[in-house]
């Protein structure tokens, strides 16, 4: 009897307790998570509600008289087709491009051998802490000639700082014997660069991406400044002028003339007709997204 006791009792110690920090953290932590998904679940809610419940003010969470008409008014109206088109294809190009500025920014910083260094360093982090402003940047784009170009979307914000640095974070805590046996091996920098460093970023590379992407997906101010012409206009800027039209022509424009469909529903269908892409995109990339943070955000 006393042997079984003694044994029991090891079992019973292992038995994890919660902290009280713990139970605390983890409510706050909840109401945060509930805080940012509630909404969104109001919004799909509501863009698949009838008329009637939603004038009433009665749905919430779940749909109420199932409709897809706004849906349909949506995904029937070409401008919104074409503006979709447009921001994939840009949004495409312009990551592509930053991720080639960033890679070849951040891969020098990285080498403790580079001549001027750190005063290149202090040059690259004054963007973060100062900038010309909307109106300095609207004259530079004038001058460029690039008003109403799509490249107005991508020359200005192609490189980002924040990212450069997490990126040369991680470039940095890359072995040095890799790369003094590569050297060895015959190659250069950019052979090191493309052979060695990268495939070993895989985590960070797709986080910075990931970065990218969703900044110019979401960013709209830069087309209200820089595009005029409408068929240039992205879907954020589409969606902006759904969302606050304020005369029943802008509605109209949307429900292409048609007024059966309420235009708040038609507003929420067009927030989540624009939040899909990103959606499909963000679980191909949230296993290297922690990761890929934390590697670069903690220099060794």
Same mark, same amino acid.
């Given at each position: ?5 003694? !044994? ?6 292992? $038995? ?22 509630? &909404? ?9 509600? $009838?008329?009637?419940? !939603? ?42 491009? @930053? ?33 010309? $402003?909307?109106?300095?940047? *609207? ?10 170009? &799509? ?18 974070? *991680?470039?940095?805590? !890359? ?47 830069? !087309? ?38 309420? @235009? ?12 899909? &892409? ?5 679980? *191909? ?16």
């Amino acid at each position: 009897m006393s042997n079984t006791a003694a !044994v029991k009792k090891p079992g019973k110690a292992k $038995g994890r307790r919660y902290m009280g920090s713990e139970i605390v953290f983890n409510v706050i932590l909840t109401l945060f998570v509930l805080l940012c998904i509630l &909404p969104v679940i109001h919004v799909i809610a509501k863009s698949m509600s $009838g008329r009637a419940p !939603v004038l009433a003010g009665k749905v919430y969470l779940l749909p109420k008289e199932l409709d897809f008409n706004a849906y349909v008014s949506v995904f029937n109206d070409p401008t919104m087709q074409t503006s979709m088109f447009f921001s994939v294809q840009w949004t495409l190009i312009y990551t592509a491009l @930053a991720m080639v500025s960033t890679i070849l920014l951040a891969y020098p910083l990285s080498r403790h051998y580079l001549p001027g260094r750190k005063v290149l360093m202090i040059i690259v982090l004054i963007p973060m802490y100062f900038t010309g $402003g909307t109106i300095a940047n *609207f004259l530079w784009v004038k001058q460029m000639g690039l008003i109403d170009s &799509p490249w107005s979307l991508v020359l200005p914000i192609m490189t980002s700082t924040y990212n450069t640095i997490i990126l040369r974070n *991680f470039f940095e805590s !890359v072995p040095a014997s890799l790369e003094e046996s590569a050297k060895l091996d015959g190659c250069n920098d950019l052979q090191i660069l493309i052979r060695i460093i990268l495939p070993l970023s895989t985590a960070s590379l797709a986080t910075i991406a990931l970065f990218y992407a969703v900044a110019r997906w979401n960013n709209y101010a830069d !087309v209200r400044y820089y595009i005029n012409t409408s068929s240039k206009f992205t879907l954020q800027m589409k969606l902006y002028q759904v969302v606050f039209a304020s005369s029943s022509s802008d509605v109209s424009m949307v429900e292409g003339g048609k007024n059966s469909v309420l @235009a708040e529903t038609i507003q929420c269908a067009a927030v989540v007709f624009s939040t899909v &892409p990103i959606l499909i995109v963000y679980p *191909f990339l949230q296993k290297y997204f922690v990761q890929g943070v934390m590697i670069g955000a903690v220099k060794e």
